[in-house]
T-cell receptor, first 118, second 110 residues
Framework: GAVVSQHPSRVICKSGTSVKIECRSLDFQATTMFWYRQFPKKSLMLMATSNEGSKATYEQGVEKDKFLINHASLTLSTLTVTSAHPEDSSFYIC??????????????FGPGTRLTVL | GENVEQHPSTLSVQEGDSAVIKCTYSDSASNYFPWYKQELGKRPQLIIDIRSNVGEKKDQRIAVTLNKTAKHFSLHITETQPEDSAVYFCAASSYSTLTFGKGTMLLVSP
């Protein structure tokens, strides 16, 4: 149980285009979903936290107009990288808290999306 | 906000030896401390976690200790195997938000 999927797993796009990444909780309802970015040989950096039906909370330094997050349901959150540039190339990983976890601490991670912007 | 420091950044051991990775955190409100193993290009995989009301937890070859007073926690891997080679991240959580350490690359040589 507590499986999180992410789509696509890899995407290559041209500079200036927008890319949408989907994160789904498959067998549980996610009270909160998180989006992380990970550069090569670096740690996971939290970009934003989203709750269903409300606006995402962005971490300091993350442009909300560039990284659009929509948490449309308790099982789906999307991250859209708008007007992507080569410096946006990274590994994007989502995670979710489960409604089954009374403390809501444990996060279940998606498999990640490798974005390459040419 | 929370700040998590992790050491060492790299660790090389011989197969069968023990490996210890240490982390410190700054926010006394943190109450959940997971450890993740990440292989190249893969998602972080939870290997063990500990909550603030427990001082030690063990699962076969893996153990975690927590010292709340000193705000540090450690991962212990015994009888290391080549397949333990990966990057390990500690994290601290308060109010459901995880803050990660910078990671430790563990290399286990046969």
């Amino acid at each position: 149980g507590a499986v999180v999927s992410q789509h696509p797993s890899r995407v290559i796009c041209k500079s200036g285009t927008s890319v949408k990444i989907e994160c789904r909780s498959l067998d549980f309802q996610a009270t909160t979903m998180f989006w992380y970015r990970q550069f090569p040989k670096k740690s996971l950096m939290l970009m934003a936290t989203s709750n269903e039906g409300s606006k995402a909370t962005y971490e300091q330094g993350v442009e909300k107009d560039k990284f659009l997050i929509n948490h449309a349901s308790l099982t789906l959150s999307t991250l859209t990288v708008t007007s992507a540039h080569p410096e946006d190339s990274s590994f994007y990983i989502c995670s979710a808290n489960s409604d089954r976890d009374s403390s809501y601490n444990e996060q279940f991670f998606g498999p990640g999306t490798r974005l390459t912007v040419l | 906000g929370e700040n998590v420091e992790q050491h060492p950044s790299t660790l090389s051991v011989q197969e069968g030896d023990s490996a210890v990775i240490k982390c410190t955190y700054s926010d006394s409100a943190s109450n959940y401390f997971p450890w993740y193993k990440q292989e190249l290009g893969k998602r972080p995989q939870l290997i063990i976690d500990i909550r603030s009301n427990v001082g030690e937890k063990k699962d076969q070859r893996i153990a975690v200790t927590l010292n709340k007073t000193a705000k540090h926690f450690s991962l212990h891997i015994t009888e290391t195997q080549p397949e333990d080679s990966a990057v390990y991240f500690c994290a601290a959580s308060s109010y459901s938000t995880l803050t990660f350490g910078k990671g430790t690359m563990l290399l286990v040589s046969p």
